[in-house]
């Protein structure tokens, strides 16, 4: 039913076609959420970021973190990009390398919880101390 749903609300339904890919990830059906999401991005020809702000997540469900990253590199200015790198790097382990993307480490709100969870405390505190 869902994967009919937008296309009979005229095809620009994001939360839709959102919230069953996150079905799919939970269901550990990340392939087949990706290839209805590929599925999805070819309809519009020129895709909206709202749909392709999920092909990285799913390309990460799917044991393909390099690529998702290669992908969200590829695009540094769409929407949420760097927000997002961030998050499958922290999500991966590699938090030095969150920290490091560069409008990351530009909001102090964005790095403050990655260096914590690199025990940098004094670092974080800082960055959240309000501008004088």
Do not use: H
């Amino acid at each position: 039913m869902l994967r009919a749903l937008p296309w009979e609300r005229g095809g620009d339904e994001d939360w839709i076609v959102s919230t069953l890919c996150e079905l799919y990830v939970d269901q550990r059906r990340a392939e087949e959420g990706l290839a209805y999401l590929d599925g999805v991005l070819a309809r519009f020809g020129a895709p909206e970021w709202e749909y392709v702000r999920l092909r990285p997540r799913l390309l990460a469900a799917c044991g393909r973190l390099d690529q998702a990253i290669e992908e969200l590199r590829a695009d540094p200015d769409a929407p949420y990009a760097a927000e997002e790198l961030a998050s499958l790097l922290a999500d991966a382990g590699r938090l030095e390398e969150a920290a490091a993307v560069p409008a990351v480490a530009a909001d102090r709100l964005l790095l403050a919880p990655l260096l914590l969870k690199l025990g940098r405390i004094d670092e974080a505190m800082a960055a959240l101390r309000p501008s004088a």
